[in-house]
Every structure is written in structure tokens, then in C-alpha cells.
């Protein structure tokens, strides 16, 4: 069976603040700058779930689309969503809340529900003009 | 001279809280539902500032967008990006910060500051699903 | 108070076929081209609800957002999408679903659902480069 | 009938200058700054074509897109697709191309060869931070 | 010569319904959901064409995009658009049209037409929500 | 730590002309077709730098996203942005600007000025309808 990727787009919006508790505040300013602001600032969130498998012959599917999106809705979207990332998110606890640093999060949180499907790559875009990716290395 | 409409769009990414002081939490979370989350959510908010005016017959601008675009940036969105709508704006002190309510005090800001041109109308995008226009009325 | 125009953006996806009954099959296959085969074809809809009205000065809103979307959810998108538009849709019986036809009947549906607000102006994408307006004239 | 105005989107790649002849290479440079660059600079141009008029009964249709499509690209696109608008183009002869002096121009090639349907905007998409609108005043 | 990638994006609009006739309607209806409506639905698709190969000297393309166009254009979308994938495309003929299998189809047409080229991957948009990609594994 | 690519967006706009001064004017012109008109064409380009590392323990980040866009503004769009390609800049003498030729120029430029991460990948959009990419091979 032919191998094929299914991306599925999702999005939430949630507040935040670069910080490292383990930094001065000083110092928080200066490798931060705006992102630091005390009083959080926030973001529409975009997460491109990809997942990688053989198509089924019964269904033509690699995953149900519509599955995949419960899951995503479920595992990570419900938590972040309308949510401060550095307080109110479980699965954040303790890390300065990056692009980075919440997409490889969120690969840990997916990466166990979506088998028979293999996590191929995540995508979170932050704004219009950047975005991470993970491909779980 | 033919009378056209200009429009830039800049952006700012903001946090904030839907909440009416003058109401119990019962009723702010019944009205403002998972807006109302007191830790803040945030967004990539989208301003697009439309000014109408004659064309200048020697530069052929309505305005010079760059010109306007600095207007916006200095007024508007050095005060409102990476920041708290609900704290650390001055033009926004003890007004909920709804789409409605932000896009009513931008044109407050604005309107006196793109002479000769007229203010027509301000958009703000809240999410790539919902935006609020104002004309001034 | 200040009068704001607050938009919602919701999708559908529908088939359907440009024919008139009143017409010959070859006066149809002229009229409308590639959107009269008979074996359908079909769109990712986009629908622009845009309801104005006063600033609510106790919620900060026209009208709820939430509440806007669950109206042209039930009203709406509930009865086109994953439809075909010629066959399936109670409100568009007898009417050829060309995107004009499409946008008035939306109206007719809505406009009596948005009190305290006013319906301003429904627009319907079809397709990214061609989209309706209608405003109740 | 109905009156609904329908919106096709067509796509123009063109070279320009900004540059007024009755001023001086300072003023030029002042006034239009990086605009101005001798070499000339370019744009991906989106021109929108807003027709309005009373929904025909026998087709469904305001106007034939199709057909506003072949008129929109006979008149404009294929005048000023991949060339110099500066140098070109005979409609802008004379003309210092600026956004707003573009969509003037457009709207007198246009308004004659919608009838029966009228003008009722255009919109010039200059980059995806800027456009200008006219409506014929 | 440096080995670049050059991506061409092109559009078509297509009823279908997500069918397999080795089950039951009432399997069918499970699986599928309201996919399997039997009066179909439909989608605006976006094909994303990446041919990969040298940069050739004498012209500094990869592949000519207009020759590209003009073979995707001939080969898929004019036997895809407007039409309905189940019935009236004979490359589908026999199978259920999952963007997965839509994606290998359309694969299994190109890639002998891009020499000197190589296809690189296919990208299937269904909706702005979700997408699919295949590299010919 | 885990390896995380990020992507930064910029935009420029600039006049070219492809043209192989190695080819006579016919050949040229049988080539390129309108992509060779003798006073220029131009576009909006977006340029994606994605750089890939390891996530710094201490920011959360792979490389600071102000620093790179400071990077490749200074190194690469201070030097295309409102200029013509052909004429004006000095990394692209000698070299017919198609695309893939401009890539390959920026990936050279950029290469060295990202460390301690490293370039993954170069993607340039001519227009909404075609990209190109490099990895570096």
C-alpha cells in the first residue's frame, strides 16, 4: 500500500510569557525583550498535526481525519485553548512556554494515540510570519 | 480629484480577559464563558486602518502609507503589542477589552491623526474567523 | 453608543449544478458551461454573517459571537454542508444554486435570527478567487 | 429582484516607478523614497472587479463571471501582466503609477463593459499589507 | 548544479462521495459519515506539483513552470475539474475518492511527464483544514 | 535535546527581467516569453529561512527570531527590496534571476551567518501560485 501523509490544521488561542525563572529579570529583559513582559501577551496558535501511515484499503484512509481531529481536540487543544501556557497547562508545567519548547510538549502528548499512524511532523505557527517544526528527533 | 480609499493592515499580538467589573464572577463566566479565564488568552490581532481622502495630484497618494503606517505604529500598536489589554494600556484604562470595544478606542486614537485625509473605517481581526469594522458612527 | 458591524466566518462544503429547468439541456450546456454537468461538482463555501447594531455597554458586544455562530450553525450549516445543494436543501428547493441565488436565500433565512441586531451584509466565497455580496436591497 | 454585487479576482505581475516628472530627482527621492529606485521595483498586483445589479431570473447570475473574467483580462490584465506600468501600458500613459492612480485608471477602462450590470468598487491589492478602493466619486 | 524544487500550485473544484461498494450502506454510513451523503458533496482542491532536479544553465529553471502548468492542466485537472470523481474521471474509475487516494492517482498520471524532472511530492488540499502529501513511497 | 527547525518569514518586492545574455534576442524571447519583456515585470517575493538546531536549554530557543530576521534583513532584503534584481544587486551579478537562481543566491548569502544553528531550508514564492526550495545539496 502507497505511503501517505494526512495533515490535519487546528488552532488555539492562549496567553503567555517568555521567562526562565533560573535568570536575573535582568537578564530575562535583555535575551527576551517584549516576550517578557510581566503582564503576558498572547497568541492565535495554528497546530499542523501530520501523520504518516499506508493508505487502508477498506476505508482509502491513513487515519479518519475526523478521529485524528478528536484527538488532537482532546488531547492538546481543550488544555490550551483560552489558557495562560505558563499557568494553566498541565503538560507545560515548569517549561518557558517557546514555540519550540510547546511543539516538542505537544509531540509528547500525541505521539502515543494516533497508531496505527506514525507522528511524521508537527507544525505550530506562532504568527502569519513563524513557525516551528518537529519531527521528533 | 477622484476620491479613494487607502488601507494598511499591522498587526500586534496581545493578551487579555473578557470581564465586567460590575458583575458577579458567576455572571462574568456565564456571559464571557472560557473568555472569562482569569489567567488571560491572547491573539494575533489584525488592524487595518482604512483613510479617505482626494488624490494628491503631485504625489498621487491619498496619504503616504508609510507615513500612515508610522501614525499607526506610534499610536496604536507600539502601545498595544506584546502587552495586556486589560493592564498596561492607557487608552484602553477600565474598558473590556471585546473586539468591539478595542476597534471603538482605536478610531478614538486615530481619527485626529490622518488629516487631511478622513478615517473611513477600522478592521480588527480577532481570530482568521471573526473581525469587527467601524466607521465612526 | 458606537453602532459596530461584528462579522463570523463559517464554511461548508456542497455540490451542486448551474441548470435551469425552464431552459433546454443545450440551451443550459451554453448558458452555464462546466457548471452544468450533470454529474455535479462542488465547492468549499465560505459564508460572512455580518450583524450590526449598538455596542451592548453590560457584555461589550453586538451580539455573542458564540451565539451568532450557533445560529447559522443550526440555520445554515446544518442543512448544506456535506449536501447537495440542488437536491438536499429544504430553503433552496426549486432555486438554481448559483452563489447570487445561494446568498439571498441565506439571508431570507437569517434575517429574523439576529434581533437585537440587523443583518448588514452576507458575503459568500465560492471559490478563493470569486465571492457574492448582499445586503437586502 | 434582488440586487447583490458579485467580486471576481484577477492577478497582475508588474515593474513600476514611483516618480513625478514636474519635481526635481530631490523631491522625487523625498517624496517616494525607496519608490523611486531608477531601476524600478515590482508588485504581485490583486485587482478585485465589483459588479452590482439585479439578480437575472433566467440564469441565476448578476453577470456571467466567466465572462467578467474575459472582460476583466482583455481590458487590464493582459495590458499590464509581466510589463512596466511606467512604460508600457497606453491607458497609464502619463501617469505617475502610484496604488491609487492604478485603480483610477482601471475604473475608466472598466465601467463601460459590465452593462447591464454597473461598477460598483474596485479594490488594488499593491502587497498584502496594503490596498486601495474606488468607487467611482 | 544545485538540485532545487519548484512547486506549482494549481486548483480544481469536484463533487464526490466517500464510498466503498464491498460494504454495507449501513458500514458505509459509519465509516464514513456524512462523506458517504448519497447525493454527494464537493471541494475546491488545491494540487501542489514539486518537481525536483538540477538548475539548468542554459535557462536557470528546473523545469519550465508554464510547461509545468500546462502539463497538470492536461493531464489532471481539466479530467477533475467540474466533474464528479466517483463517475466521470477515468483515472479514478474503481476507486473510493479519500484525498489519500485522489493523491496516489494523480501521482501514478504525473510522474512520467516531468522528465527531466522527478516529482518530489504531491499535496492535496481538501479543505484550508487539512491536506495530504505523497512522495511516491 | 530535541532538534527543532524554525522558519521565519520576509517579504520583498523587486523588478527583474529573465534573460540569458548568452542566448540571442529570439531565443530569449522563445524561452521566457513574457518573463523576458525588455523593461521588466515584478513580484512580490516572500522569502522562508528555516534553521535547524538544537533547543537551547537556557532560551527555549533554536536561534532568536529577532536575530534572524535582523540577519537576513540586513544580508539579504536591505539588498533586493525595491530594486531591480537584474541591475541592483551586487550577490545576483552575472546570474538570470529565475527563482531558483535567486534561492541559491540567498542560501550562499545566508549560510555562513546562522550558526550555531544551521540552514535547513530556503523557500521562495514568486506569486500565491509557485515556490521553489533549497536545501543546500
Redesign the interface.
Known amino acids: 500500500m502507497?505511503?501517505?501523509?494526512?495533515?490535519?490544521?487546528?488552532?488555539f488561542?492562549?496567553?503567555?510569557r517568555?521567562h526562565?525563572p533560573?535568570?536575573s529579570d535582568e537578564e530575562n529583559a535583555a535575551?527576551?525583550?517584549?516576550?517578557n513582559?510581566p503582564?503576558?501577551?498572547?497568541?492565535?496558535y495554528i497546530l499542523e498535526v501530520?501523520v504518516e501511515g499506508p493508505?487502508d484499503e477498506?476505508?482509502?484512509?491513513?487515519i479518519?481525519?475526523?478521529k485524528l481531529k478528536s484527538i488532537v481536540q482532546h488531547e492538546v487543544i481543550d488544555r490550551v485553548?483560552?489558557?495562560?501556557l505558563n499557568?494553566?497547562v498541565e503538560f507545560m508545567r515548569g517549561?518557558?512556554?517557546?514555540?519550540?519548547?510547546i511543539?516538542?510538549a505537544c509531540w509528547r502528548v500525541l505521539e502515543r494515540h494516533v497508531a496505527p499512524g506514525r507522528l511524521r511532523r508537527l507544525r505550530l505557527w506562532e504568527?502569519?510570519?513563524?513557525?516551528?517544526?518537529?519531527e521528533g528527533?
Open positions: 502507497p505511503i501517505v501523509t494526512v495533515t490535519r490544521r487546528l488552532r488561542n492562549a496567553a503567555h517568555l526562565n533560573a535568570l535575551v527576551f525583550g517584549k516576550c513582559n503582564n503576558w501577551h498572547g497568541h492565535n501530520a493508505v477498506r476505508t482509502g484512509y491513513v479518519d481525519l475526523s485553548d483560552h489558557r495562560n499557568i494553566d517549561v518557558n512556554p517557546t514555540a519550540e519548547n511543539v516538542v504568527t502569519d510570519n513563524n513557525y516551528v517544526e518537529y528527533a
